[in-house]
């Protein structure tokens, strides 16, 4: 069986067992504060599990892109190293939602595998949670005895409470769980030392390849259980280990999920995979990163410095590392492997082909500066190795070899193989405790605790209606204080809200709830979004909990935030009908004083062509096209009436669309009733995020008119100055160019004032203590004087030139020396130190010509004599 087949056999087969086949949700988690990316497949369902909406279906399956690089769950070290590790892999999962349990679970696993795939019954195992007493559960015997059905009672193992007890993260819906493992050794290895030995044994032939969870319990704050009202079931299969099982291999990366890609690599850098250890490992490294990398980009997170980001970044750099160090990859290499994974994975993931250019670029210009990185990295990794030769050490220590990480994202066994090459060492023990000190920094700047929620009212779900009112009468369900960076916060869910959660880049509303009991009133600060739960930061706790509430918006943010809201989609719109059709959104910020739009498109927007885009939105603007508004339309007609799909975003089976004539967009946001409101837009920037993204920044309604107004009284002032002529830009031009003939003028004049001063100076000179002395007080420029000081040394011998000069208020000292008083240890830096302490300065420059300025034009002399004095005394 192709992988494609065994993907298509795992969704019919909980297809027919009444589950409903949902797409994946996004690798790129929005909305949830606590993950950055999709590691399990139950992730968007979190929202039935925790009981914060109804489930919508009962019975769920799918394939889900998964990548485990961050948080509790994160695999990265050991990709590349094992042969069963990934760090995006598939996950195939089938879910119940308060339906059926651990008999069903089990019972269509086992079907799925023995029957459906065939696989050897006799090398599979099963493992159930051991007993937890300090959680009060005791042992799965349900499920025991459950298997027993299907294995005997030595293939079934009690397993661990860390394998064996699944958890999201430290808080949430958890329950035990049972894991599938198998054994795929030689028969000759299985009779010496039984499977049941080597389960959960790090064995990589011997791999658990199933997980099915039974949630049960909700885990709190404070580490205690709590039973949940319905009982669940999550299951998660690794595809890849599956692929690897069903076509008889002994590594994920034998199967056709990757052998394409690693083929492609052998031929692009003329090696074989098998023949030499270091060469595979990266070869697994690099055929892995690739698919985490391209599925980032496909669902719209780019490489960058922080957060997600920065995790796709250092993904990146792991791949390009391994490729410069051990298949000898010096140009940008992992981009050209890109066309070979769209072809293996386009048809089941659409996304890939649709951005194939976009993603090819990205990497292409990320593999560039880190090659460039990594070169400079690798000479200052040199010349420190030089500097500790010389110095008789030959170990590097911890600091250099953080710095190395930090700046140069060298990790620590690169900086050990190339110190090991030079025969040096790396003090290891010394580099972990500046990593330990960069990473409590980091955890203490991100620290955030979280109360549990306290209930006061039971609600099913928290409504929205804030589209249609921005009051309502509202009722606390459920509180909790949040703790952020020392300051104590509360958060509050309200049964019916009008506030607009912050998503879909527009901004949270604020405004305040007032009790109808006791008139108090509470500032609402922002209202965010956590999975599908509006929840409204609040100043502090109402007095009287169970009160009914009068909640109100403020109408002016939520008006300009709207205003900028759909101004986003008319320039979106403009930019697809003025540039083409590849401009898609990559990125969006909705705030009520701006909007940003990021946009894939491959060159700078000229001057012209942002002109016609804010022409056409403004002409959009003007017709004044009412909103229409479709709330709950199947997810196709909302495409078939020209509504795109972005994405990286999520979406459900039916759909909002926001409509003003032909821009049709799928949006959650509020916008304004007719686009007149919005009044005028203005675009102030455009400019690069990364390769193939742009963005532009645009103001609306009165920001656009300040914006406006503040160019036109800028243009009347510039006007004014040059008399309200009837041709500004002429009377500009003209300007100029007169500027520019005076200039040359007076440089010309200044030499023939040099000139001839430097003729009557040299009537002028003293001898005293035997050095010629040459004094001058004058109102040149002093950078005329410095001129004259250099041209004075030139060729002379004995001389020591020192001029005062008052310009423009503003007294200046310069002093120069001929050569072979230089020589004789005179310095003009030093003197004229000293001697600009008369006129309240400070100066420098070098031993032979110096400058200074100061402050008191009235000590001029005197300064110029105690120069002399200086240099006579010396
Ligand atoms: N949530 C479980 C896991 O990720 C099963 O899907 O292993």
Redesign the pocket.
């Known amino acids: 069986m192709t992988s494609k087949d065994i993907r298509i056999s795992f969704l019919r087969y909980f297809k027919e067992k009444q589950h409903v086949i949902v797409p994946s949700s996004p690798m790129v988690v929005k909305n949830d504060p606590t993950l950055m990316f999709t590691?399990?497949?139950?992730n968007q369902f979190k929202d039935w599990f925790l009981g914060n909406a109804p489930a919508q279906y009962k019975r769920v399956a799918d394939t889900q892109k998964?990548l485990r690089v961050s948080g509790k769950?994160n695999d990265l070290e050991e990709v590349g190293h094992d042969t069963y590790h990934h760090t995006m892999f598939e996950?195939l999962?089938n879910w119940s939602f308060g339906n059926y349990f651990k008999k069903e679970a089990i019972e269509w696993a086992w079907e799925y595998l023995t029957d459906v795939l065939k696989i050897d019954k006799n090398r599979l195992y099963a493992t159930v949670c051991e007993a937890s007493p300090e959680d009060g559960v005791e042992m799965d015997s349900e499920a025991f005895d459950i298997w027993k059905q299907y294995l005997p009672e030595d293939r079934i193992l009690v397993g661990k409470k860390k394998d064996n007890f699944?958890e999201?993260g430290d808080t949430g819906p958890c329950g035990p769980?049972s894991e599938i493992h198998y054994d795929s050794r030689s028969d000759e290895e299985r009779a010496k030392v039984p499977g049941r030995e080597r389960v959960n044994a790090d064995d990589p032939q011997v791999i658990e390849i199933w997980?099915?969870?039974f949630i049960q319990y909700n885990r709190k704050v404070s580490g205690e259980l709590e039973q949940l009202a319905a009982k669940h079931v999550?299951?998660?299969?690794g595809f890849e280990r599956l692929c690897r099982i069903v076509q008889g291999k002994t590594s994920n990366y034998d199967t056709d999920v990757f052998q394409p890609i690693i083929t492609k690599i052998g031929e692009l850098c003329g090696k074989r995979y098998g023949d030499d250890t270091s060469c595979d490992v990266a070869m697994r490294v690099v055929a892995d990163h690739l698919r985490a990398i391209s599925f980032s980009i496909a669902d719209g997170q780019l490489p960058s410095n922080v957060k997600a980001g920065y995790v796709i970044r250092r993904i990146l750099r792991r791949a390009v590392r391994y490729g410069y160090t051990f298949l000898g990859f010096n140009e940008p290499f992992i981009c050209r492997l890109v066309p070979t994974l769209t072809e293996q994975m386009g048809d089941a993931f659409p996304e890939l082909k649709a951005q194939q250019t976009l993603i090819e670029k990205v990497i292409r210009e990320e593999e560039q500066a880190f090659l460039r990185t990594l070169e400079v990295g690798i000479r200052l990794l040199d010349s420190i190795i030089e500097k500790l030769k010389k110095s008789g050490t030959n170990e590097i220590s911890g600091k250099d070899a953080f710095q190395l990480y930090d700046t140069f994202g060298f990790p620590i066994d690169l900086t050990e193989l190339i110190a090991r090459e030079k025969n040096f060492a790396v003090n290891n023990a010394d580099f972990e405790q500046e990593l330990e000190i960069q990473k409590n920094r980091s955890r203490n700047a991100a620290a955030k605790e979280e109360g549990d929620w306290t209930e006061v009212r039971k609600i099913e779900q928290s409504v929205f209606v804030g589209y249609d009112t921005t009051g309502s009468t509202s009722y606390l369900a459920r509180y909790r204080t949040v703790k952020t960076k020392g300051k104590e916060f509360i958060q509050v869910v309200l049964d019916e809200t009008p506030f607009y959660a912050e998503s879909g880049g527009q901004v949270g509303d604020c405004g305040t709830l007032r009790s109808q009991e006791n008139g108090e009133t509470i500032q609402v600060l922002n209202t965010i979004k956590e999975n599908n739960l509006s929840i409204h930061l609040v100043e502090k706790l109402p007095q009287q909990l169970t009160a009914p509430f009068t909640a109100t918006v403020d109408v002016e943010k939520r008006m300009a935030t709207a205003c900028n809201h759909t101004a986003t989609h008319l320039i979106h719109y403009a930019l697809r009908k003025v540039l083409g059709t590849h401009v898609e959104q990559k990125g969006s910020l909705v705030h009520a004083d701006y909007l940003r739009f990021d946009f894939s498109h491959f060159q700078k927007v000229t001057d012209e062509e942002l002109e016609q885009v804010e022409r056409l939105a403004n002409r959009l603007v003007r017709k004044n096209t009412t909103l229409t508004e479709f709330r709950n339309i199947p997810i196709a007609e909302a495409q078939q009436m020209g509504a795109m799909a972005l994405f990286g975003e999520k979406y459900g089976e039916t759909v909002r669309v926001i409509r003003f004539d032909d821009s049709v967009e799928l949006c959650g946001g509020t916008h304004v009733p007719a686009t007149g409101n919005i009044g005028v837009i203005k675009i102030v920037s455009e400019s690069a995020v990364g390769a193939g993204v742009r963005r532009i920044e645009a103001v609306t309604a009165d920001k656009a008119e300040e914006y406006l107004y503040d160019n036109i009284h800028l243009l009347k002032m510039v006007h004014e100055l040059f008399s309200n002529s009837p041709n500004l830009i002429q009377a500009i031009k003209k300007t100029i160019e007169e500027n520019g003939e005076f200039s040359k003028q007076i440089q010309l004049f200044m030499r023939e004032r040099i000139a001839s001063l430097k003729e009557r100076l040299k009537d002028e000179i003293e001898e005293i203590n035997g050095i010629q002395v040459i004094r001058l007080n004058t109102d040149v420029q002093a950078e005329a004087v410095k001129e004259l000081a250099t041209q004075m040394r030139t060729g002379s011998t004995n001389l020591l030139f020192v001029a005062g000069t008052i310009h423009a208020d503003k007294p200046n000292l310069v002093i120069s020396l001929s050569d072979d008083l230089v020589k004789k240890g005179l310095n003009a830096g030093a003197i004229v130190r000293e001697a600009a302490k008369e006129i309240g300065g400070s100066g420098g420059g070098q031993a032979f010509l110096a400058m200074a300025g100061g402050k008191q034009t009235d000590s001029l002399v005197k300064a110029i004599n105690k120069a002399v004095e200086i240099a006579t005394k010396m």
């Open positions: 590691n399990a497949g139950m998964c769950h996950m999962g699944w999201m769980c997980n099915l969870v999550d299951t998660g299969m």
